[in-house]
């Protein structure tokens, strides 16, 4: 016959450890940890996982489900959810500026502002790489590596004939706006990536319509680089064949 | 989902387009300024507009050419040093190479485009082979010049006359593309002018050192000679783009 051990009752409570009693041996669940959250009854979410963050604050501000990763994330910051940029802005992506720029190249005729593109960014000529890739492939060419290393070899060729030409005085022309400024003067080679899918093709309209293309780029290109570079005057011409021929070697990737 | 799974924080909050700005900008700095004496002498590259219209006169018709073909030289700090292409019409520059080259191979694009058999691989290869004539060029020529004696030319003024011979070649390319004869008409033409131009400048090279030129006249004009010939088979090579 088993011997009946007098087992108390289960009870957790949050209050005063005087209700507590002293768990018999080798039965009866363990003491009470000094680290157990809170009742979650007693906040305003109501809460049933019992795993919360370390952080008052930011336990405190989520309002959703609380967050796998909350220990670190208190343990490394600080900061709230609200308190964080937007993810645009965090990666430095600014769609105003791209805009106006597209829109400042746009114009055939009047003539780009510079001041515009003082400060480069790659998000913008990434944005056009890209959808030249994707005219390319309603084409039927896939051409998306290529494109990116044509661009970059383009990209260094410009930047090399450019500082050479001006030597001493290269103005503030980097390999980084030399990439920005490439990107964005192939806007009128994707215009026309995009009107080639409609022409013949091989045909002499086509390359008509392509060297008017390549005319536009060439001249916005120039223009910029003359204006950022502040010193590119006098080899306006010289600058305008190397663009040229940039922008002739895209012009092949869409005509052919 | 919480989207602050960031274990870095506010750490890289905006970083990543400035990591890649300067580290664009500090890779073209030091792309540029590895060799810093070519850069900073930035000889070749003094030219302007009016002397590559010129230049490009004397590369494509030599014999039109009514002055003299010595290169002008100034005392500079004690030494004797030539003038920059802006000064002087028979300095060599590293400009017009290079456009030539660039020319070269967009030529060869429009032309292979315009037999249907265009790639971006044919071009590569394209590209490949007109780097490989360079150098072959490059090689011939330095080979030549010592041979025959002179050999402290510097290496970046032969390779400006080796890329000299692009020029010639892209234009015959480009008469190709509408009509396939002319091209049988006017490459020999331009080989025979980058003959003429090549050899006159060696010529001035070689006059130019200190020794032996004329103590072997004969033997010189013979290796000039074969200087001016080679280079039929060699533009022909060129720009032949079925190889």
Known sequence: MAKEF?????????????????????????????????????????????FMSFDVNAAAASSSAPPLYAG???????????????????????????????????????????????????????????????????????????????????????????????GRRRGDLDLYRCVSLVGYCMLPMVIFSAVSLFLPRGGGLMFGVGMCFVLWSTRVCTKLLAELASSGDEHRGLIAYACWLVYMLFSLLVIF | MNPQANPFGSALHGAAPGLIRTGLGVYGEKFLDSSSEFMQSNYYFQVNSQYVRNKLKVILFPFLHRGHWTRITEPVGGRLSYKPPVQDINAPDLYIPLMAFGTYIIVAGYALGAVGRFTPEALTLQFSKGLLGWFLQVILIKGLLYTLGSSEAPLLDI???????????????????????????????????????LVKTMKRVLLGGPRSYERHPSRNHYFLLFLAVVQFPMLFWLGNISG
């Open chain 1, 72 to 166: 670190p994330i208190g343990v490394g910051s600080g900061t709230s959810f609200e308190d964080e940029p937007p993810l645009l802005e965090e990666l430095g992506i600014n769609t105003r500026q791209i805009w106006r720029k597209t829109i400042s190249i746009l114009h055939p005729l009047r003539s780009a502002d510079p001041s515009l593109h003082a400060d480069a960014d790659l998000s913008g000529p990434f944005l056009f790489l890209l959808s030249f890739g994707l005219f390319q492939l309603l084409a039927g060419k896939f051409h998306f590596g290529i494109v990116l290393g044509w661009v970059t070899v383009a990209s260094l060729f410009l930047y090399f004939v450019f500082s050479m030409l001006s």
């Open chain 1, 6 to 50: 007098p087992v108390p009752p289960v009870v957790f409570t949050p209050s005063t450890p005087t209700h507590r009693r002293h768990p018999p041996p080798g039965a009866g669940p363990s003491p009470r940890p000094a680290f157990a959250p809170p009742r979650p009854s007693t906040s305003s979410a109501a809460n049933p996982l019992p």
């Open chain 2, 159 to 197: 390779v400006a006359y080796a890329g000299y011979g692009f020029a010639g070649t892209s234009l015959a390319m480009f008469a190709r593309i509408f009509w396939s004869y002319l091209y049988y008409f006017i490459m020999p033409w331009f080989c025979l002018c980058t003959g003429v131009f």
